[in-house]
């Protein structure tokens, strides 16, 4: 059992706002690259270009921010363990995460690059933005319930 | 009128005290919020990234901003509008709160940003792909965009810590009508 108090990053009341901060910077990064992909796919901004380029493009940008929020979301984990734990939202959210981050590099990973589009694009786009939502809905959600 | 009149008058609007009188509506605007955030958010950090020559040099700069213009104002719109929901509900409290004026302060010199680089930078993408490389200009205005997009995120994020001065507040008005649900027994025995 971990105990909140022993944790060195809650001595000091600046620590979580910053990793907070981290944490939106590297999410925004991983899930709007990501993002970027699946409005292709639905016909919406970089027109000019495929899905797959896209994807090809920003790749490092979508590791880097999932490095980015590996790294902080762990350590805001561990600034109160037990209520994360038993949080049913917290919970929600890392079923969605786990599902989300799978999903774009497998199945979704592979119909980008062998130049999906069409009917099939649009649903690979659904599912991606419906899971990353519910990883937003989840987090949000932790301080309400 | 006050500004503090005029706060209290947007929280006690039929749709400010709907939003607060519920336990989830608040939290369901704000991950709305959330998602538009990232979603249109990295429209803005690919096209300032572009312009830096950090990303996807290889397409031209036109292709990344021009096809970008469009989606990035949908965003907006949906972002502001979560945004001023959300704010009026708490209107009165967030008048105290030094984050909210901070990040509209900071808002406003997105417009200012707009109105000095937009026809000097924004609009003119297609002739960065002419010249040898993108002006000093345009990379000025995209790094003052992430840098103003960034502190406006850890702005936004500051306002919840910014605990409310109850003494100040009218008290029907700050606290939520209704908690969240009882726990399901069912789902609660371990």
């Not at chain 1, 620590?15 to 944490?23: A, D, N, S």
């Not at chain 1, 805001?76 to 079923?95: E, G």
């Not at chain 1, 999903?103 to 589009?117: D, L």
């Not at chain 2, 417009?111 to 937009?118: G, I, K, N």
């Amino acid at each position: 059992m971990f105990l909140a108090e022993a944790n060195p990053l809650n001595g000091s009341p600046l620590v979580f706002p910053i990793l907070e901060c981290m944490h939106i910077v590297g999410w925004a990064l991983l899930v709007g690259t990501i993002g970027l992909v699946d409005f292709r796919l639905l016909g919406v901004g970089l027109r000019r270009q495929t899905a797959a380029e896209t994807a090809k493009d920003l790749a490092p940008w979508t590791l880097l921010g999932l490095a980015i929020i590996l790294l902080s979301g762990p350590l805001l984990f561990s600034s109160d363990p037990d209520m994360y734990y038993l949080n049913r939202s917290f919970q929600f959210k890392m079923v969605c995460f786990v599902l989300a981050v799978t999903f774009n590099y497998t199945f979704h990973r592979k119909m980008v690059r062998a130049g999906v589009s069409g009917g099939a694009g649009v649903a690979v786009a659904c599912v991606s933005l419906l899971l990353w939502v519910g990883v937003v809905f989840g987090g949000i959600f932790i301080a309400f319930v | 009128m006050s500004l503090l009149t005029c706060a209290q008058w947007l929280q006690s609007t039929g749709w400010a005290t709907a939003i607060r009188g519920s336990w989830y509506v608040y939290p369901v605007i704000l991950s709305l919020h959330m998602t538009a955030i990232s979603l249109f958010g990295a429209m803005i950090v690919v096209t300032d990234l572009r312009l830096l020559g950090i990303v996807m040099r290889k397409r031209p700069v036109a292709d990344v901003v021009d096809e970008l213009r469009i989606p990035k104002r949908i965003g907006f719109v949906l972002v502001a509008t979560c945004g001023a929901l959300l704010a009026s509900s708490k209107a009165e409290e967030y008048y105290y709160n030094p984050f909210f004026w901070t990040k509209m302060s900071l808002l406003a010199l997105v417009a200012v940003h707009a109105l000095v680089f937009r026809g000097s930078v924004y609009s003119r993408a297609a002739e960065f792909d002419q010249a040898a490389r993108i002006p000093g200009k345009a990379k000025l205005a995209a790094s003052l965009s992430l840098l103003l997009w960034f502190c406006i995120a850890c702005a936004g994020r500051g306002i919840g810590y910014i605990e409310p001065p109850l003494d100040k507040l009218h008290a029907s008005l700050a606290q939520p009508v209704s908690g969240p649900p009882a726990p399901i027994p069912w789902l609660e025995r371990r």
